[in-house]
T-cell receptor, first 112, second 118 residues
Framework: NAGVTQTPKFQVLKTGQSMTLQCAQD?????MSWYRQDPGMGLRLIHY???????DQGEVPNGYNVSRSTTEDFPLRLLSAAPSQTSVYFC???????????FGPGTRLTVL | GESVGLHLPTLSVQEGDNSIINCAYS??????FIWYKQESGKGPQFIID?????DKRQGQRVTVLLNKTVKHLSLQIAATQPGDSAVYFC?????????????????FGQGTILTVHP
């Protein structure tokens, strides 16, 4: 199994540009989540999904959209990037009724 | 609001010493905690977890202690090695009843940077 994969690893955007961060898992996990990590801070939850077709907001959802059309994929969309969205983004997944999340390697995003 | 926090942001130890990383939580309903290790440039990696019906849980070279009275938990690493150098986070699924699930939501503490000197 590849586990949780994320693309791209690095991205630089200009303010106002849009992009999609990709996340995929091959472990047949129902739960998937997106977190952001800012320097010197822990991870903060952006959006999460408990299964295909079901998503909900986390602690810091503003400026981000998600969708879950398949069990495997959970893309995160930035519609109009802002410098405040400069961060490292982590995708995670877990089995139903467990709390042990498996994290991807992260995407480092810089918005100029 | 509810939070999960850590007492010390950095910890430096000599190789072979034991390390103790502390975490305080504020939600008295929290009943499950997870410790993660994050190496530089990588995503967090599960280390060990503990439920509130336990005071202590041991893994390979790691032990987690939970004191529900003072809402405190600690991660002990025995015979610390240079490969243990990382940021360590405690995480809380959010005060769910026993047998519940966070549905993919975790609240992370700020993290403790552990540096192991050879």
């Amino acid at each position: 199994n590849a586990g949780v994969t994320q693309t791209p690893k690095f991205q630089v955007l200009k303010t106002g540009q849009s992009m999609t961060l990709q996340c995929a898992q091959d472990m047949n996990h129902e739960y998937m989540s997106w977190y952001r990590q800012d320097p010197g801070m822990g991870l903060r939850l952006i959006h999460y999904s408990v299964g295909a077709g079901i998503t909900d907001q986390g602690e810091v959802p503003n400026g981000y959209n998600v969708s879950r059309s398949t069990t495997e994929d959970f893309p995160l969309r930035l519609l109009s990037a802002a410098p405040s969205q400069t961060s490292v983004y982590f995708c995670a997944s877990s089995l139903v009724n467990t709390d042990t999340q498996y994290f991807g390697p992260g995407t480092r995003l810089t918005v100029l | 609001g509810e939070s999960v926090g850590l007492h010390l942001p950095t910890l430096s130890v000599q190789e072979g010493d034991n390390s103790i990383i502390n975490c305080a939580y504020s939600n008295s309903a929290s009943d499950y905690f997870i410790w993660y290790k994050q190496e530089s440039g990588k995503g967090p990696q599960f280390i060990i977890d503990i439920r509130s019906n336990m005071d202590k849980r041991q893994g390979q070279r790691v032990t987690v202690l939970l004191n529900k009275t003072v809402k405190h938990l600690s991660l002990q690493i025995a015979a610390t090695q240079p490969g243990d150098s990382a940021v360590y986070f405690c995480a809380d699924p959010g005060g769910l009843a026993a047998g519940g699930t966070s549905y993919g939501k975790l609240t992370f503490g700020q993290g403790t940077i552990l540096t192991v000197h050879p």
